[in-house]
């Protein structure tokens, strides 16, 4: 086993090689981003000024086009050609000539439209210095009198330039005159104004002929470039990357200029970066290093003590055995309580089934004795019908006593699915035969204290997922509350209605007694907690409520309407979610009633 001085000598070692192997690839790596990142950046600022350029080159290439057809077609009308005629008097028609030529420079935007006679006498023109300084006159002439179409760059003062277009006007074969156009690049250097970067045309001789730097225009080439990429820009001299694509039918070259500050940023940037991400490497293989020659003293200081923590361990483990034993005790125990509990809760729901059929005793006994009266009244008057020996109306007593038995057989059913202990399986079940079974044992006390009940038609046909009689004790006690909170109302009424949401059957049960106080609506659904005076009941009729829904998947909420009344909203799951089983992991069946 090596010392700890030995330990430490290794290591250091390793990181002087390391420093070592850092400092070429870092090197390596930072050249390489400065040169990757500047290659980047130039391409993107040459294309970028490429774009700049073949735009404005079509651009100026239209305009002159533009201009460049207009003499020709002029020359060829008969109506320009009939205003070099003179009148008998042989004057020149100027007048008409210097309308049509103001006509055609308003609608066509150019700088000026003239009209000349073949030895020079200016016939009319519309505006414009040009045609007065007679500046390139004699070669647009000789051009159109050769047939050619004459052009020629034009400038006179401080930055007064045009360039202008010639055609010969003929009349009968015979050269009656020249048209020139000269065209406004007012339009053209002031579209250029708008662009960050300097564009201008050269002519042959190296004169900048336009520009949208006014400082430029008409300046010579030497004036403005040093010759090495720097431009005279703002009074200094600044580097610039010249574009440059020549305009062969002018003999002109459109140069676009591009600012190379965006690639030396983005070297200095990656450089920067490439920098930081190599420190940042070195750091963290400095730190791996350190925590690893940490992590070799410690495991040999480890090693002394492994011994010891095994003896260690195996006592904790001894003693864990024992703590495990109890606590499978203590989970026993717990298991037996919860079972305890749960028998507990199925008696309590049975003892609150059995309360509410005393509470309806009273109501159901008269439900009982109407029918026994009528029963014993049709007897007694078939005997009477039998001595006298109208059979036909036996027969109809006998008729009616039937339907009395079948009713009160009925009743009789229900009360004795109500009262009996529940299965605890969960499956679908038809909703609206179970809210009716409900309402024979509870519409008898209703109708006693003078309640209506209201049930929707939108019941019939769904189907949720519940046990038959547990359900069906969750809509006797909701009913049951409702009587009791509407005790003394007058108009009192119960309505029930249902609705689909999602795969929920959403159930109502709304009544329009007094409400629920506010501070007593969280508190509704707990054990024990009753709003009835003392010996009118012991709270637990709407936490049974509470866990039945619980048991089905559902859940029940209890709040007020905004014109009064209580309202219990009881969302159950669709029967079309499939069954479920229940806390007991019963088999999921109908339950049988």
């Given at each position: 086993m090596r010392s700890r001085p030995a330990i430490e000598r290794r290591f250091r070692r390793i990181r002087t090689g390391l420093f070592l192997a850092w400092a070429v690839i870092a090197a390596v790596t930072v050249f390489w981003s400065v040169k990757a990142a500047g290659e980047r950046a130039l391409t993107?600022?040459?294309?970028?000024?490429?774009?700049?350029?073949?735009?404005?080159?079509?651009?100026?290439?239209?305009?002159?086009?533009?201009?460049?057809?207009?003499?020709?077609?002029?020359?060829?009308?008969?109506?320009?050609?009939?205003?070099?005629l003179r009148d008998a008097n042989g004057n020149p028609?100027?007048?008409?000539?210097?309308?049509?030529?103001?006509?055609?420079?308003?609608?066509?935007?150019?700088?000026?439209?003239?009209?000349?006679?073949p030895d020079g006498e200016v016939l009319a023109h519309a505006r414009g210095d040009f045609?007065?300084?007679?500046?390139?006159?004699?070669?647009?002439?000789?051009?159109?009198?050769?047939?050619?179409?004459?052009?020629?760059?034009?400038?006179?003062?401080?930055?007064?330039?045009?360039?202008?277009?010639?055609?010969?006007?003929?009349?009968?074969?015979?050269?009656a005159g020249v048209v020139v156009v000269y065209v406004d690049f007012y339009r053209v250097e002031a579209a250029w104004a708008l662009s960050a970067r300097r564009i201008f045309v050269s002519d042959a001789a190296g004169t900048v002929f336009l520009a949208n730097d006014e400082n430029w225009r008409l300046r010579?080439?030497?004036?403005?470039?040093?010759?090495?990429?720097?431009?005279?820009?703002?009074?200094?001299?600044?580097?610039?990357?010249?574009?440059?694509?020549?305009?062969?039918l002018l003999g002109w070259d459109l140069h676009v200029l591009a600012d190379p500050a965006p690639v030396g940023a983005a070297r200095l940037n990656a450089a920067a970066i490439a920098t930081l991400a190599a420190l940042l490497v070195g750091v963290l293989a400095l730190l791996a290093l350190r925590r690893s020659e940490i992590a070799t003293v410690r495991a040999r200081r480890d090693r002394a003590t492994a011994l010891r923590l095994e003896r260690v361990v195996r006592d904790r483990t001894r003693a864990l055995s024992v703590t495990n034993r109890s606590l499978s005790h203590e989970v026993d125990v717990r298991r037996a309580a919860e079972e305890q509990l749960r028998r507990a809760q199925a008696e309590l729901v049975q003892a609150a089934k059995l309360a509410a059929l005393g509470q309806m005793s009273a109501a159901l006994s008269h439900e009982f004795n109407q029918p026994l009266t009528a029963i014993r009244s049709y007897a007694d008057n078939a005997g009477r019908f039998l001595e006298r020996g109208n059979t036909a109306e036996v027969s109809g007593n006998l008729t009616r006593i039937n339907a009395l038995v079948e009713r009160m057989a009925e009743l009789s059913r229900t009360l004795l699915s109500f009262s009996r202990r529940p299965n605890t399986t969960v499956g679908p079940v038809p909703l609206g035969t179970i809210v009716e079974e409900a309402l024979l044992l509870a519409r008898p006390r209703a109708r006693a204290e003078g309640v209506t009940i209201q049930v929707g038609a939108e019941l019939e046909g769904l189907e949720v997922l519940g046990g038959r009689i547990r359900l069906g004790q969750v809509f006797v006690n909701l009913i049951n509350n409702a009587i009791d909170a509407l005790s003394g109302t007058a108009d009192a009424v119960i309505e029930i209605s249902a609705e689909r949401q999602d795969n929920f059957v959403v159930v109502s049960v709304i009544d329009n007694g007094p409400g629920i106080a506010p501070d007593e609506v969280s508190r509704i659904f707990d054990p024990f907690f009753t709003t009835k005076g003392v010996g009118e009941g012991i709270g637990i009729g709407l936490s049974i409520v509470d866990n039945i829904v619980r048991d089905f998947g559902g859940s029940i909420q209890a709040g007020n309407r905004p014109e009064g009344g209580a309202v219990f909203t009881i969302r159950l799951r669709s029967e079309n979610l499939g069954p479920m089983k229940s806390k007991a992991e019963d088999v999921v069946t109908d339950e049988t009633v």
């Open positions: 993107d600022v040459m294309q970028k000024a490429g774009e700049t350029l073949a735009v404005q080159a079509e651009t100026l290439s239209g305009v002159l086009d533009k201009y460049r057809l207009m003499p020709p077609l002029l020359s060829r009308q008969s109506s320009i050609g009939a205003l070099f028609r100027s007048l008409e000539a210097r309308r049509a030529a103001d006509e055609i420079a308003g609608m066509s935007a150019a700088l000026d439209v003239a009209f000349l006679f045609v007065e300084s007679g500046e390139g006159l004699p070669q647009l002439i000789e051009a159109a009198r050769q047939g050619r179409l004459g052009r020629a760059a034009l400038s006179i003062g401080e930055a007064r330039r045009t360039y202008a277009f010639s055609s010969g006007v003929r009349r009968f074969g015979e050269f010579q080439m030497d004036e403005i470039h040093d010759g090495e990429d720097r431009y005279l820009i703002n009074g200094s001299w600044n580097e610039r990357l010249d574009l440059t694509r020549r305009l062969p």
